[in-house]
């Protein structure tokens, strides 16, 4: 049983591997939304314009009134826009996504949030997207925050594990873990 776990684990940075061989350049963005005053999508909107044909997913951001001003604001067409208020934390940012991403055939994807939180959302992407034969390219908003502490990074790890083999991110059991 080890075994075939570990096997499993060892097969996502293969199939990271083939997603970039398959889609060298990223075809999607994807922003974590969580902070309210909505810079990581005005810096996502400003970002947007150098890849103008890349579609927007932005997951539980800002309401979406404000969050479409921002996009409309800097030109972003509704059409590329993709405003998702599934998530409940960063862990289900991604797990929530995932049929989206199977369905628009994604393989490879920027991955926007804050500076501060880039290390945790890079290890639950690492399984979680990489688990699906999905790549990542990570970009950093920066900000004034300190970084998150590893034992959060860990706790969310484990529920990608979670995620990974029983398909239950284990949010219901966040606030007695925190």
């Known amino acids: 049983m080890v075994g075939f776990i570990l096997f499993l684990l060892l097969m996502i940075p293969v199939r990271q591997a083939i997603a970039l061989y398959q889609a060298p350049h990223p075809q999607a963005i994807l922003t974590l939304g969580g902070e309210s005053l909505g810079e990581r999508e005005a810096f996502t909107a400003k970002f947007a314009h150098w890849?103008?044909?890349?579609?927007i997913w932005v997951s539980s951001g800002v309401v979406p009134k404000e969050a479409r001003k921002i996009f409309r604001?800097?030109?972003i067409?509704?059409?590329v826009l993709h405003l998702d208020y599934q998530a409940l934390d960063t862990v289900t940012n991604f797990t929530t996504l995932i049929p989206d991403f199977k369905q628009h055939r994604i393989q490879h994807?920027?991955?926007?949030t804050s500076d501060y939180h880039m290390?945790?959302?890079k290890a639950i992407a690492t399984l979680i997207l990489g688990s699906q034969g999905i790549a990542f390219t990570p970009?950093?908003?920066?900000?004034?925050y300190t970084k998150e502490s590893f034992l959060t990074i860990l706790r969310d790890i484990a529920r990608s594990l979670l995620w990974i083999f029983t398909g239950r991110t284990g949010a219901s059991l966040k606030p007695a873990i925190k």
């Open 51 to 55: 890849y103008p044909s890349l579609e």
């Open 73 to 75: 604001d800097a030109g």
């Open 77 to 79: 067409s509704d059409k």
């Open 109 to 112: 994807l920027y991955l926007i």
């Open 119 to 121: 290390p945790r959302a």
């Open 139 to 144: 970009l950093s908003v920066p900000s004034n």
